[in-house]
Structure formats: C-alpha cells, structure tokens
C-alpha cells in the first residue's frame, strides 16, 4: 500500500497549477466509469499542437468504446497567434495548456506533451527538425507511449506534407518512429529503470483528405462512425466533441454541436493491420487479456448488472471487495511490470468510484492564494458523506475522527513553508534550450514544499484514500465559487513595466519597476544591473514594505551607452545577502485556471538611431497586442480611440493612425464606421493596418481597403530570410530613416504573415522575401495612395519584433508612420 500512497501524493503535487472545483457525477455517469472500470485497453492520438486533436473521436473512443484515452500533442502552441489577449510565447501556451486539459475534462481523455517549444509555423518538416532535436523529442514520445502502454497509435496527419505545416508532418515522422522505438530495448534504454519496453499493435492515420476535398474518394480507407450519442451522459459525440474543441478560445475554435452519423477514416501504418476492416478487430479489451482478470471482469460485470441509478450505495460492498481481496495485494502477485501498473491505475479509478458513490466532499482550503518562505499556512479541512453508509473513520496526516456520516466535518490546522517552490508551470523552471523545455529545475535554490495529505477512509476493515491538494476558495458576487491553486513565492518580487527599453539617443530614460512583497516586514536593497558602458541613478534604492502584497514603484534613471547596441538590464533584491531575481505574472481567463508563473527580472535595452517626424499616433485596438507600449518606447504619444471617437470624433487630428492585428476580424465597430477610417485617409491621413485573417476562425465581411487587394494565407517563416528591395528609392525606405539589409538582422519567429495579393495597380510593393524553394512575394508591405492620404497594409510581424526589441522594425515601423509627412502634404 505504501506504494500506491505514494503515487497519489505525487499526482496531488503535480496537479497544483490546475485547481478546480471537485467534479460531481450524476447516477447515470457513474455507471459510466463501471463500464471504463471493466475495459482493459487504450489508443493514444498524436498530432503537433493544441487544437489539432480530432476531440469527436477522442470523446467516442473514451466513452463508447470506454478505451483510455490520451492526446499526446508535441508542443503546447507556444508559438500561435491569441485572439483573446495579447499573450505570446511561453504565456500563449500557458493559456493554450490550459485549455487542452479543459478539453480533455469535457471530452473524457487524457493529455500529454512533450519537450518541444512551438517556435512558430514551419512550412515543412526539414525545417522544423533544423530547430527541434528529432532524437530528444522521439525520446519524450517514447517515454509516453512506454508508460502509457496504448493498444492503438492514432495520427492526426500523414508524412506526405499534406497537413500544411511542417510540425504537423514531422508529429507524423515521429509518431512512426516511436511505435518502433518503443519497443525496441537499444533505444532510450536509460529508461528502461522506470517503464518497459511496449509494442503497440497497430497504427493508423487518421484521413482528413475530405478537410480539402469534401468529394474525395474514401473507399480505400477502414471507416468508423463516431457520431452516436450516449444516453448516459445525455449528449451524442458531435456535441461533446463541440463543447471540448469550444474550449480552444484563444485560437477562436468555438464550434457548432452536430448530431447524426458522422464518419471517420483510418488509413493502417504498422503493426497487425493486414485485412482489416474495423481498427479494433482482433484486439480483446476484457479483463481476459490480464493474468486473473477473467474474475476481476466478472465480479465488475456482477456490479454494473446489480447497480441501481437511484440506489448507487447498493454496489459499494462489493466494490470494497474488489479493492481489499482483488486489488489489495498487487504488489505481491507476480505478474508482468505492464499488467502490475494496468492493476494499480485500475485501483485508483475503483477509490475514485467508491468515493463518488458515497457522495463524499472533501477539501484542503487556504485563506490566500500566495505564501513565501517561514509564513504559516492556515488551512481548513472540510469533509463530509452523504450516503446512508456509515464509514467508521476518517483520517488525515493529523486528524482522525470516528463515525464519519452525513456530517460535515471541519477542522482547522497549521502549517510553515519550510522551502520555496518555484509556482511556475513545472515545464518553464528550467527554462528553454534549443527549442526544447528543460526536463529538470537546473536551479537547486527553487524546491517543491512537503506536506501534501492523503486522506483516508475506513469502512469495517475496508479502507479507500482521496487525494487532496491546498487550494484558495472564494466566492466572486457574479461567478459564485471558484477555486486556484496554492502558489509559493518568492519573499520579494520585481516586475517591470516592458520587455524592452528603446533609447533613441543618449538621454537618459526613467524605468520604473514594481516591487511586491511577498510576506510581513520586506526590507531589501534593490539593484539594476546593467552592461558596461551603461549607467544608472541611483545605483541602487533600499525599500520597506511593511505588509504582504505592498507594492512600491522604483524610479531608475539609465543612461545608455553611445554605441548603437541591443544590450540586458536585470534587476535583483537582496534580503540578509540572498538576491531574489524573479517576477510574478498572472493570467486570467474565464474558462482557465489563474496561472501563475515567475519570470526572470530583465528586459532589453536597445539603443537604435531612430527618427521621427510627429509625435501623436491614434490606435484602434483589435484582438490585443503590444505594439502601442512600443511606440510610447519610440517617445510617440499614443491616444488610444474610442468606439465614440471612432464614430464622431475628429480623425484628422492624428498624422498616423494604427489598427491592431486583427483588427476588422475582432472590431465590430471598425467593421461598421470604416467608411470613416477611408475617408481619413482620403482626406490626408495616413493609415496602417497590421495583419487580418480571412479564414474560417477569422472571416471577414466585408473589404478592409478602399483600394481593392485580398488577404492571402502566404507568410515567411524563415526570419532569417532574405529581404530584397524592390523600390529601393520609396520613401519609406529613405525618410526619415535609411533603411538597409541590416534593418532586417535579428527578427524572431518569422518575417510576417497573411499577405497581401492580387492587388490594385496603385498599390507600391517596396519589398520582396520568400522562404526557401519558394517564389519571391511582395505582399509583406503594400502602399497605396488614396485621395490626399496613403493607405497600408502589411504583414510584418511588428507584433512580435517590437515588443522584443528588435532595432530595425522600430525604423521600419517609424517611415512607415511618416508616410503621411513624406507621400502627401497634412490636412491642416
């Protein structure tokens, strides 16, 4: 026993970052997990990202088939786009985790990942493996398909490239690989101390011709239909599977419940596929295929025949039974390493029915989210059971009470926070290394805290266990209960206003940090380190923060070198000689868990010869992004304009106004007064629309110009690529900054994306660019002149370069801005 205790108390740990409130189960749902709890086999669907994963076949799979069900996507979508915020990188796939794991509690399956960080599109799959490490991620898909041990391997797309990105057919390459290497004991078999080889019987692909030719012939293809419905739970497999891909909110995946036959098509890869014609023939999923287990399956299939909707507490001795006399000596039957864990997830799935029949609540809550080192955590046990059964007693680490019945039991106790524990989502404490997430916290200072109860339950000699972990409960007046997870951090924290700081001559420049407390009595000496060549006043400011949570603003006046240079500035405090280095940011969504992560306190600072001609930009904001703090960094004041402005106000009065990317995707009100946005820049302004979509999460309605061009999917991902001048005497090229080659040196993740195409004569293409193999494209920036103003379109990425820091998208993005000084004269 002492084994399973522990395996539960590490799944407490590791499921901290996903507080939610405990799940009910209905009668019928119950009967439900007894139907999973008497199958023996799983299939796991690998694709590349979030959102990739067909959820209609995952949701039939788990709970018609009642397979055990897991997606293994290879990166968490780091590198997307966000329609709901202005999260990017490691932030975005926080959020984009998130929502898998909320997808994967609606549709019944399990999630995993692997290493590999989402650098952003790849055209193919040679350039994906010049950045990600083919054997590291193999190893983590091997990892997982040998704990895992599935019967069925499930692809979301071929090898053949027609999957349209290229992580999308590397995932394929590599899913291959690892049906191989899995059961191959030469490869990876340092982990050969914690799993055993497994060879999975077969793999398929699962076709999705008919996503690009609805008329396609499937004839050659194993079908399967997965739109049936499940009286049980009420709803048929489109409509769960709708409500799981719902869950997708950031990539804007909200989808339409479909009912009726809906057919899925399997091409075979490997394995025992020969004459197939349904991808489960020939595989047993009864207890029979487990040493024993022809007893286990019938004495499961006694209870599901006995069981009473209205009466579930009817089927709960014989559960017991299981537990004691069946499941109760694992450890000692001598059976395979495979068949040995089958048991012991099976005990674990037979706590949690028996748990759920009692009707038993319990909880570990805490009266704050954060602690730091030496605070005391007091918390509060809640318990009770609200079945007609009596369980003798009830016992935590440090609380036992008998007769446990239709009672609430509270009691309140202490703890300290003896170590720290870095709150960050466990696959960021190491950080990012050649694309790949770091296994291990490299950083021995950040450690995990102890203490995390198991609760136990005894009924005669019977006992079962319930696994808890400390959470922070709380009633909001429009939301009701909601739920997030203890986080322990540091004692002093230091968040900066931005990622960069741009110096645009040798003046020096006020940045101001926050500093927050994380306990009582904060007295630190907080410093900017800074390059050489750098300087600051004052070096160095001592604070004084008498409460938990005070915040104090520090003003540090830098002066940069004067040298044009991309340079870093950290911020450290120190409390009795140890510095603290890390941030705090919180992420909140609706439809997520609070995710708390503590990134390091450092920014750019960049010194870059940049010239402006005005001072005042307007800016309609779209889906979210950063780029306004960018051009505040360029010294613009940027007014942000209103639906009221927008619809009444006096346009004319901005030399240059900006639209957000996705702007006409996310603005309804754009979308309604754009006239007005034309005939701005007829009468002289000058107009620059970041990059909109036109696809089917994305549609536009209606034109985005006044001068007629179609948006097109065509992007350059190489951000290396080379960029050619096309009109090397445009003004924006030459005014007020001389744009070169070099302007385009240090770009992150890609060039830009969504260009523009088939456009009107009048339009100017000042660039060209295009990834490897490809044809030249000119639609990355596109300028026409309208009336007495200019309108503009582009691509490029400034989203992404701006915000990082990125010297010459800050004077590309200052001539573009300038047009309207340098094209046409300014209304008065």
């Known amino acids: 026993m002492k084994k399973l205790i522990t395996f539960i108390l590490s799944l407490s740990i590791l499921g901290l970052a996903n507080a939610q409130a405990p799940k009910s189960y209905t009668s019928s749902e119950i009967l439900l997990q007894l139907k999973k709890l008497n199958t023996v086999g799983s299939v796991l669907y690998i694709a590349a990202h979030p959102d990739d994963e067909n959820t209609r076949l995952i949701a039939y799979l788990a709970n018609e088939k009642c397979l055990r069900t897991g997606y293994l996507s290879l990166t968490r979508g780091d590198g997307g786009q966000n329609l709901i915020g202005s999260e990017q990188g490691i932030e975005l796939g926080m959020i984009r985790t998130q929502e898998l794991l909320a997808a994967r509690r609606i549709d019944g399956g399990e999630q995993f990942f692997t290493r590999a960080y989402d650098f952003g599109f790849s ?17 983590d898909m091997v990892w997982v398909i040998r704990n895992f041990r599935p019967d069925i391997i499930i692809t979301r797309f071929a090898t053949d490239g027609s999957g349209g990105h290229g992580h999308h057919t590397a995932s394929a ?28 019987r077969r793999m398929f692909w699962n076709v999705s011709t008919r996503f690009a030719n609805p008329n396609a012939d499937m004839s050659p293809y194993i079908k399967l239909d997965v739109g049936g419905y499940n009286p049980l739970l009420g709803k048929s497999y489109g409509e769960i599977a709708a409500e799981s891909r719902s869950m997708h909110k950031s990539q804007g995946f909200g989808s339409a419940k479909q009912r009726g036959e809906s057919l899925e098509f399997f091409k075979p890869l490997k394995g025992d596929t020969t004459g197939l014609k349904d991808i489960f023939e020939g595989i047993d999923f009864t207890w029979k295929r487990v040493k024993g287990g022809e007893k286990i399956g019938s004495l499961i299939t006694k209870i599901i025949k006995d069981y009473q909707v209205e009466d579930p507490d009817i089927i709960n001795n014989k559960i017991h039974y299981l537990l004691e006399e069946v499941f109760g000596d694992v450890n000692e039957i001598q059976i395979n390493y495979q068949e040995k864990n089958l048991l012991q997830e099976k005990y674990f799935d037979l706590n949690k029915i028996l748990s759920i029949i009692y009707g038993i609540y319990s909880e570990l809550s805490i009266a704050q989210p954060y602690y730091s080192i030496g605070e005391k955590v007091i918390f509060k046990f809640e318990a009770i059971n609200r079945s007609n059964q009596i369980i003798d007693t009830i016992s935590t680490f440090r609380f036992k009470k008998n007769k446990f019945d239709n009672h609430l039991i509270k009691y309140v106790d202490t703890l300290i926070i003896g170590s720290l524990y870095d709150g960050s989502p466990d696959w960021l404490i190491g950080g990012i290394e050649n694309n790949l997430f770091s296994k291990t916290n490299k950083k021995t200072f950040w450690r995990r805290y102890e203490h995390l109860p198991v609760v136990t339950y005894y009924q005669k000699k019977n006992l079962f266990y319930e696994n808890l972990y400390y959470q922070f409960k709380w009633v909001d007046p429009e939301k009701g209960e909601l ?13 900066l206003t931005q990622k960069s700081f741009v110096f645009t001559d040798e003046k020096p420049k006020e940045i101001k940090v926050i500093v927050k407390a994380g306990k009582d009595n904060i007295k630190a000496k907080v410093t900017a380190n800074l390059p050489q060549g750098w300087t600051t006043e004052p070096a160095f400011t001592n604070i004084n923060l008498p409460k938990k949570g005070d915040e104090q603003i520090i003003s540090f006046f830098i002066k940069p070198s004067s040298n044009s240079t991309i340079e870093t500035i950290q911020f450290s405090a120190e409390i009795d000689g140890t510095n603290y280095t890390k941030g705090i940011k919180e992420i909140k969504y609706d439809h997520i868990p609070v995710q708390t992560w503590f990134p390091e306190a450092e920014a750019k600072l960049v010194k870059v010869d940049v010239k402006k001609t005005f001072n005042t930009v307007g800016y309609i904001q779209g889906a979210g992004d950063e780029v306004p703090a960018s051009l505040e960094q360029m010294g613009y004041k940027v007014i942000m304009i209103t639906d009221e402005q927008l619809q009444n106000g006096n346009l004319n009065e901005f030399p240059a106004i900006v639209l957000g990317i996705r702007a006409f995707n996310t603005n309804e009100k754009l979308q309604q007064y754009k006239q007005r946005v034309f005939d701005y820049v007829k009468e002289g302004g000058n107009l620059i629309v970041q990059y909109n979509t036109n696809s089917f999460f994305g549609p ?6 006044p ?10 991902t190489i951000e290396e690529a080379l960029v050619t001048f096309l009109l090397p005497e445009h003004p924006v090229l030459n005014f007020p900054n001389k744009i070169t080659n070099t302007d385009f040196d240090g770009w992150i993740q890609e060039r830009g994306i969504y260009f523009g195409t088939d456009m009107d004569s009048s339009f100017e293409c000042p660039l060209s660019m295009n990834d490897p193999g490809e ?19 582009t691509g490029l990425a400034f989203f992404r370069e701006l915000p990082a820091g990125v010297p010459g998208a800050y004077r590309l993005f200052a001539n573009i801005l300038s047009l309207s000084k340098n094209m046409q004269k300014l209304p008065k």
């Open 707 to 716: 001068v007629p061009f179609k948006l097109s999917r065509d992007r350059v």
């Open 483 to 495: 739920y997030r997870p203890l986080v322990i951090t540091p004692p002093v924290m230091i968040n």
């Open 123 to 139: 055209k193919n799959p040679e350039e994906t493996f010049t950045k990600w490490s083919h054997d590291s991620i193999l190893s």
């Open 700 to 705: 536009l309605k209606d034109q985005i110009s």
């Open 173 to 200: 390459m590599l899913a291959e690989d690892a049906f191989d290497a899995a059961a191959d004991p030469t490869r990876f078999p340092e982990q050969l101390q914690y799993v055993s080889v497994w060879k999975t």
């Open 775 to 793: 044809k030249p494209n000119k639609g990355s920036l596109i300028i026409a002149k309208y009336g007495k103003g200019n309108y503009v379109y």
